[in-house]
């Protein structure tokens, strides 16, 4: 899990500075005045300057515990068995997403996806996660993201989270995602740069 979080917090960082008119939400250091970033997730300030919907929703359930989504989301970077482990405690976490700021909304099934992690994405699409058009990419799955791109072809440039392009995620598929990529690049031909993470995906297995 050291990789994910070095980039994310590399990713808030470099959204704090992008987004300097929101950096009076945090404190400043006494000595330098630059802002310090909180220890925890902030929320953004926010208010209405429209007419609020007139559909009123009932809040008859209790949301998912906030730590539980997000430890869901970083285990399903690299840990198949810790993935398992809380689908079968909490079965709704399956698509639960995170906001890492500005956002960066992500879902273990994105995160083992730009990790090319086909183990725990196979598990994830097996209990009911939303598949899209990054997994599909990584995944190998030509004729969907061909069919994709036919129907909306601004999508080549889509990023998913942390900006990862659809090239990067055929990249980290692989072998079995080399189609893929070699159709990405007649659709756009981009420099292709070594991927961090290809040589980090294991072989699924059947277990």
């Known amino acids: ?31 330098t005045n630059a802002p310090v970033l909180p220890a925890g997730p902030t929320e953004g300030p926010f208010e209405r300057n429209y007419a609020g919907p007139s559909f009123k929703p009932s809040w008859k359930k209790l ?50 996806s730009h990790m090319g992690r086909k183990d725990i994405v196979t598990f994830l699409l097996a209990k009911g996660a939303r598949m899209d058009l990054f997994c599909a990419a990584m995944m190998g799955q030509l004729e969907a993201v061909r069919s994709i791109l036919t129907l909306q072809p601004l999508l080549i440039d889509a990023r998913g989270p942390h900006g990862f392009s659809l090239h990067f995620h055929a990249q980290v598929g692989g072998k079995e995602a080399e189609k893929v990529l070699d159709y990405l690049q007649t659709v756009k031909k981009v420099e292709l740069k070594p991927n961090p993470f290809l040589k980090k995906s294991p072989t699924p297995s059947n277990k």
């Open 1 to 31: 899990m050291t990789t994910p979080i070095i980039r994310r917090s590399f990713t808030t960082l470099s959204a704090s500075i992008v987004l300097g008119n929101v950096t009076h939400l945090y404190s400043q250091d006494a000595k």
């Open 63 to 112: 949301q998912i515990n906030r730590q539980l989504a997000q430890d869901f989301v970083l285990f399903g970077h690299s840990d198949l068995p810790m993935v398992k482990q809380l689908v079968e405690r909490e079965p709704g976490l399956i698509n639960a997403s995170i906001d890492w700021g500005a956002g960066d909304w992500e879902t273990a099934l994105g995160g083992a």
